[in-house]
Nanobody, 129 residues
């Protein structure tokens, strides 16, 4: 089990930029992928992006591609989510998640929540003028 510490949330105007960070604490040896999810009030949690810890493979959800970018720094055990051209509808709680130890996932499709075993507490992103 790993602990995930998210930082970087906040309030930003439409069109703005934020970068979220997620630092993993603990044994990440067998964690093969990391992900970001978000949940807006009254909505289900949805996947934003996921990235391999073994290669440069990554995938952003179709609706967010071109604005959201996930990246991985294994040396720092940190996963980043860069969010550009933010819109009010991006307002949500953003969660970092670690893949289940020893499990692999592909990057042709976005994974589901059940593909992740450890979750952060979340960081709030609010896009408002």
């Amino acid at each position: 089990q790993v602990q995930l510490e998210e930082t970087g949330g906040g309030s930003v105007q439409p069109g703005g930029f934020l970068r979220l960070s997620c630092r993993a604490v603990g044994d990440t040896t067998n964690i093969n992928y990391m992900g970001w999810f978000r949940q807006a009030p009254g909505s289900e949690r949805e996947v934003v992006a996921h990235a391999s810890t073994r290669s440069a493979s990554a995938r952003t959800a179709d609706s967010l591609r071109g604005r959201f970018y996930i990246s991985q720094d294994n040396a720092q055990k940190t996963t980043y989510l860069a969010m550009d051209k933010l819109k009010p509808e991006d307002t949500a709680m953003y969660y970092c998640a670690a893949g289940c130890a020893g499990r692999y996932t592909g990057f042709v499709r976005s994974p589901g929540e059940s593909d992740f075993c450890d979750w952060g507490q979340g960081t709030q992103v609010t896009v408002t003028s």
